[in-house]
């Protein structure tokens, strides 16, 4: 496991050993509602080992998004503007990574988030970016790149990209640092403390997505002093589809230009227009929030998905994200052991405790696809890699089958 410098990774709580399941870890606190690996709150008919690309909606996202969708179908004209489930969700994502409900800003998605902020830093000839590789969307830093904006890319050296490249590409010139906390491809895994200081002592702010941290991870915002981070909620946050939270760092607020307009940014709202208002010059009278929400926040979010974020953030909390890593990492380890003398190349490099684990074979997906498939097991293939992601309701049974389905192919044995 890596651990910054600054605390962002920390290691993994004490845990209780749940009677009869040998390695079986679970919270002590809530040993009496949750064992691992969960197969009560995740009812699966298959072997899933790609909660990276979405994670299984457990019981308890489930129970909150219908208990929405039952208030949703009787009562239309609930006010849902001031009587809503963000609130609540954006108090436990806060919790989870140490932050205050009040940096927090809702956005569509991560990717609306991280555009958000490259729009609010107002990039241009003398305010660039430096990105790796690795990260999930450098192609948006290319098109600005084509604007005119200074873009530096850090390529992988030995499955990581080296802090000694990126403190190289930064100059002055560079306004901000784009990563990826946790590499959605190779699970390369930052120090992300290490990156702030690097990035802050030359003056550059530094975004991170955590979408494949938080809630796989344990994730410290103010210790790393990460400027921005966005992460959806469909991933390891075990929620949905349609929402995400934007941190932004209080003192980096300023400054930042406004990248849209909209309803959710108003601190307050008068009009004069219509029959017995208050007269006044304009037509409307308004000021903006001066936190994340009056910068970031635009108009009405998905309730129903920050519903169920209220629901899976709970089990988050209960269960431990430390407790979650640290009933992962022996299944994790075994595949780091068995995959290569099935000749898979790794791409993950060791002594991490990100969630997931690639490696590269050629022609993975045509290989490997239909076995895997026959055998009701699912990992995430592209042509020529995989990558395997275990979570809260698998086991040791389940990476022995997927390494026994994988062994048979690349031998050449009928499925």
């Known amino acids: 496991m890596i651990v910054s410098r600054r605390g962002l990774f920390g ?10 399941i040998p390695g079986a870890a679970m919270a002590a606190p809530v040993a009496a509602r949750v064992r691992l690996p969960d197969r009560e709150n995740f009812k699966l008919d298959h072997v899933f080992l790609n909660a990276a690309y979405s994670h299984p909606m457990g019981r308890m996202t489930y129970d909150a998004i219908e208990a ?30 140490n ?13 609306v988030g991280e555009n958000l902020v490259v729009q609010a830093l107002n990039l241009g000839p003398d305010a660039g970016v430096v990105t790796d590789a690795f990260h999930y969307s450098p192609e948006i830093y290319g098109e600005y790149h084509r604007r005119g904006v200074p873009v530096a890319v850090a390529a992988p050296r030995d499955n990581r990209i080296a802090l000694d490249d990126l403190d190289r590409l930064i100059d002055h010139k560079t306004r901000l640092v784009a990563i990826s906390a946790v590499s959605s491809d190779t699970a390369f895994q930052y120090d992300l403390g290490s990156v702030c200081e690097i990035a802050h002592a030359k003056g550059a702010l530094v975004y991170a997505d955590v979408i494949q941290a938080a809630g796989a991870v344990p994730l410290d915002v103010k210790a790393s002093g990460v400027d921005f981070c966005c992460c959806g909620g ?16 209080p003192d980096r607020l300023k400054g930042l230009q406004r990248p849209e307009e909209g309803w959710r940014q ?36 998905s309730w129903g998905a920050l519903a169920g974020l209220t629901g899976s953030l709970d089990y988050l909390h ?22 290569p003398r099935l000749g898979f190349l790794p791409l993950t490099p ?7 684990i690639a490696f590269a074979r050629r022609d993975a997906a045509k290989l490997l696809g239909p076995p895997l498939e026959k055998a009701r097991i699912k990992v995430q293939l592209s042509k020529h ?26 031998n050449g044995a009928p499925a």
Do not use: C
Request: no cysteine.
């Open 350 to 356: 060791r002594g991490q405790d990100a969630p997931t």
């Open 266 to 301: 108003y601190k307050t709202y008068e009009s004069h227009v219509y029959p017995f208002d208050t007269p006044g010059d304009r037509a409307i009278d308004y000021t903006l929030s001066d936190d994340a929400v009056g910068l970031f926040e635009v108009a009405t979010p």
């Open 385 to 410: 890699r995989l990558r395997i992601s275990a979570s809260v309701y698998n086991d040791v049974t389940d990476i022995e089958r997927l390494l026994s389905v994988l062994a048979r192919a690349v």
């Open 234 to 249: 469909y991933k390891w946050l075990m929620g949905e589809f349609g929402v995400a939270f934007l941190y932004v760092r």
């Open 68 to 97: 929405y969708l039952q208030r949703r179908r009787l009562e239309p004209d609930t006010p849902w503007a001031s009587v809503n489930p963000r609130d609540a969700a954006v108090e436990r994502f806060a919790r989870l990574i």
């Open 318 to 339: 209960a269960v431990g994200v430390e407790n979650i890593a640290a009933y992962r990492a022996p299944l994790i380890a075994h595949l780091q052991d068995e995959m």
């Open 99 to 111: 932050a205050d409900p009040a940096d927090i800003a809702v956005v569509p998605s991560t990717m």
């Open 11 to 20: 290691t993994a709580a004490s845990l209780a050993v749940a009677p009869g």
